[in-house]
């Protein structure tokens, strides 16, 4: 089955990335590995990623409604999340930061390095192209909103300061790249798009160096891990596949039909994996965001497949 080929290939990958940032910081191969690739990752790689993918999207008017429609349905259901997310920690009694890190986890999810080759392998380039507009969503909702919500005070109170960071500016770039038609000279894109590149492998390096620091029991004994992956990963994807196949027919809205489907599996990817990094950051629970991560990471084998079923 190809859907489960995909997933067993990329989660296999990223899992021996884990392995050796785990046993790097374990063992103290590589000393302070957390604290070194944090910044790198913050300050660098994400936010050249973010502005080499926008650059690089070609406006085309035949795909333009579908791109802006997944756009904002991505907008909305992350928002979603983001709301079923809170009332999801009310039976936990955690504290203020693993709070915050709950709620961010059950709406962001890795929405390129494992969602874009699976839609590839099902649905081919189109399929990717879309799902670029809802990593924008994504990543942008995560990049404002999640920043605010981890950054929140002992009071509760916003800090609108943290929106300066060099990702979200990135985003102010890009899009000023994409809508005005400009790409970097070829030279500094290849450049940038490297090191972008070098995003997810730091990520898992990051999060494998985290887990050295969890105790086992720790990984396995999270019950709130089990409402993400029910809410996350199947219960508002499946909703919103069926909301959008009846929607785009009953508003007569002129887009791609492939976007119920485009939309719906990018929600039910696991939890997006540079969250153990931005909770350091923010001095929130990265433990947790860590072990979360990597239990719905796991659980992906059998929800993606699962959520497929319902699109066949």
């Known amino acids: 089955m190809v859907v489960l080929d995909v997933i067993l290939d990329k989660i296999l990958l990223l ?43 070609a406006r085309n008017p035949q795909t333009q409604n579908t791109a802006i429609a997944v756009f904002v349905f991505g907008i909305v259901f992350v928002f979603i999340l983001l709301f079923l997310g809170k009332l999801s920690v009310l039976p936990f009694r955690f504290d203020k930061k693993r709070k915050d890190v709950h709620i961010c986890l059950t709406a962001f999810g890795n929405s390129i390095f494992l969602g874009y080759p699976l839609l590839d392998a099902l649905w081919g380039p189109q399929a990717v192209f879309y799902a670029a507009f809802f990593s924008i ?18 009071s509760g109170k916003l800090d609108f300061r943290r929106l300066l960071n060099p990702t979200t500016l990135s985003y102010v770039v890009g899009a000023l790249l994409f809508i005005f038609s400009l790409r970097l000279p070829d030279k500094l894109h290849q450049t940038a798009a490297t090191i972008g590149s070098t995003t997810t492998v730091l990520s898992m390096l990051f999060l494998g160096a985290t887990l050295a620091s969890v105790r086992l029991k720790e990984l396995f004994a999270s019950l709130s891990s089990i409402t993400i992956i029910l809410i996350k990963m199947i219960l508002v ?7 959008l196949r009846w929607l785009i027919p009953a508003l007569t809205l002129p887009v791609d039909a492939m976007i119920a489907a485009v939309v719906a599996l990018e929600l039910a990817m696991p939890c997006q994996s540079v969250f153990p990094i931005l909770a350091q950051e923010f001095g929130s629970d990265a433990e947790y965001a860590a072990t979360t991560i990597c239990l719905t990471t796991a659980a992906s084998l059998l929800t993606l497949p699962f959520i497929y079923t319902f699109m066949i």
């Not at 969503?137 to 002992?154: E, F, Q, Y």
């Not at 994807?237 to 909301?243: D, N, R, S």
């Open 237 to 243: 994807p499946l909703g919103a596949f069926y909301v």
């Open 15 to 57: 899992s021996i990335i884990m392995l050796i940032g785990f046993l790097a910081e374990k063992t103290g191969y590589v000393k302070g590995l957390r604290a070194s690739v944090s910044p790198l990752l913050t300050r660098i790689t994400l936010p050249l990623l973010v502005i080499t993918t926008l650059s690089g999207q």
């Open 137 to 154: 969503a994504n990543d942008l909702t995560a990049w404002t909103v999640g920043i605010l919500i981890l950054s929140r005070t002992k």
